[in-house]
């Protein structure tokens, strides 16, 4: 994400009646998590989280993977399909109201510059959604711009277009929409577009 460091492993703490579990979850030499923490997303809506990460191939590139708290790998997306090909999470909500959390992700925000939004059910993630043109980071920066923001009740993703002049935000009204918040005019500008 702006350095040259990776991690092999991933650490999850899980509280419970019997105190605290830590499970370790080591990858096979040709993957690393490209990310700095995983994210806590409760994709499957039992109440409960689980880590979504970034996990990277070193010849088949990036994909989004999520453990649930035993380690286990429940689902992912494919890899992008060619090494050094990363992807930058946005967020995880019901974005479309089929009482079903999907996830978004800019694939390539770099190259591609492709939103895409995978359902998760009945265990699995399927593609439900590729919207060309936006982006969410820029080459050298160790985090990601915009995110997920939640305005009288309709989650909306906040990213910005392709050439980084434009703050958009997607949103699902009987199909997907765009629509242009305003000039980007640095990371102020998407924080501040990521409160209602």
Aim: hydrophobic share 40%; aromatic share 8%; net charge negative.
């Amino acid at each position: 994400m702006g350095d040259n460091i990776e991690y092999g492993a991933l650490e999850l703490s899980v509280k419970g009646e019997d105190g605290t579990k830590v499970t370790t979850i080591t990858l096979p030499e040709d993957r690393v998590f490209e990310d700095l923490a995983p994210r806590l997303w409760d994709v499957d809506s039992d109440g409960d989280v689980e880590a979504v990460v970034v996990e990277s191939q070193d010849q088949r590139g990036a994909q989004l993977a999520i453990y649930d708290a035993t380690g286990t790998k429940i689902a992912a997306t494919p890899h992008i399909g060619t090494r050094f090909r990363w992807l930058a999470p946005i967020g995880a909500a019901d974005l479309d109201g089929d009482d079903h959390v999907e996830i978004a992700y800019i694939d390539r925000p770099h190259l591609a510059k492709t939103l895409r939004i995978w359902r998760f059910k009945d265990g699995k993630l399927a593609e439900i959604a590729a919207i060309p043109g936006l982006t969410n980071h820029k080459i050298g920066e160790d985090f990601i711009s915009g995110g997920l923001r939640l305005c009288n009740g309709q989650p909306e993703l906040i990213v910005v277009n392709a050439d980084w002049s434009r703050i958009i935000s997607v949103t699902y009204l009987n199909d997907w929409t765009k629509t242009d918040l305003g000039p980007f005019s640095g990371p102020d500008s998407l924080s501040q577009a990521l409160n209602c």
